[in-house]
């Protein structure tokens, strides 16, 4: 009787063990499940902090809305400009308002690439203007807008006046005669413009604003927006 008795209590007690083992088990899978919750958490409080303090909120759309009236232009050839909730978007041949430019790359044929978009919500707790049909445009800590990783500093300067092709000298006698470039002339300009004799600073402000042109357009295709035609076109 005696040796059933320890028998008894020895199952007891590695029944009681085995029960307390797989409670330990647990416990530390629920720490490890709560460690990670917790760190991903972290994680995005910090992602999400750091974005915010890039930005400038409002405190409603009223007021976000008059702030960011107006025209906002990058150091290459873009503007952006607010009027109510319509939103204009001009990529400027830089050939037809920078005389040195034009000297140095020639004088392109095509017109400038327009877009028009309305806004559909100034999200202003999140800085970020939301539009029908391109991608959303964020507000930045200065006030100033970015759109496809281009910023568009505010501005009180107007559009800016195209030049006269006569000014330009290589071009001159044939716009004094009425005479247009042929299309191979349009063609090697657009070449020289693309890539010859351009700076590495000069090529990556190109390149990024051709990124941006690029998305632009793809988004007005998939919206069925059309751009101003270019110049030769059939309209």
Do not use: C
Request: aromatic share 10%; no cysteine.
């Amino acid at each position: 009787m005696a040796n059933t008795g320890m028998t008894q209590d020895r199952r007891d007690a590695m029944h009681w063990a085995e029960e307390w083992r797989i409670r330990q088990r647990n416990k530390r899978i629920l720490l490890i499940v709560l460690a990670i919750v917790a760190v991903a958490l972290l994680a995005f409080i910090i992602n999400y902090v750091s974005i915010m303090v890039s930005r400038t909120t409002y405190a409603s759309e009223e007021e976000m809305k008059a702030a960011l009236q107006g025209r906002y232009e990058t150091d290459y050839a873009e503007d952006i400009v607010i009027d109510g909730d319509s939103l204009t978007l001009t990529y400027y041949n830089q050939s037809h308002y920078d005389l040195e430019y034009a000297e140095k790359y020639g004088y392109s044929d095509y017109e400038d690439s327009v877009y028009d978009d309305e806004v559909v919500e100034w999200d202003y707790r999140r800085g970020q203007i939301k539009l029908k049909w391109m991608d959303t445009i964020t507000v930045d800590k200065s006030g100033n807008l970015v759109y496809y990783h281009q910023q568009y500093k505010k501005t009180n300067e107007p559009k800016p006046t195209p030049l006269d092709p006569s000014l330009l000298s290589q071009y001159k006698q044939g716009y004094e005669d009425g005479l247009n470039a042929g299309e191979e002339d349009a063609d090697s300009s657009d070449d020289a413009a693309s890539g010859a004799g351009l700076t590495e600073e000069e090529q990556e402000a190109q390149d990024a604003v051709q990124e941006s042109q690029d998305e632009t357009q793809a988004a007005a295709e998939e919206a069925g927006v059309e751009p101003l035609p270019e110049a030769g076109d059939d309209v």
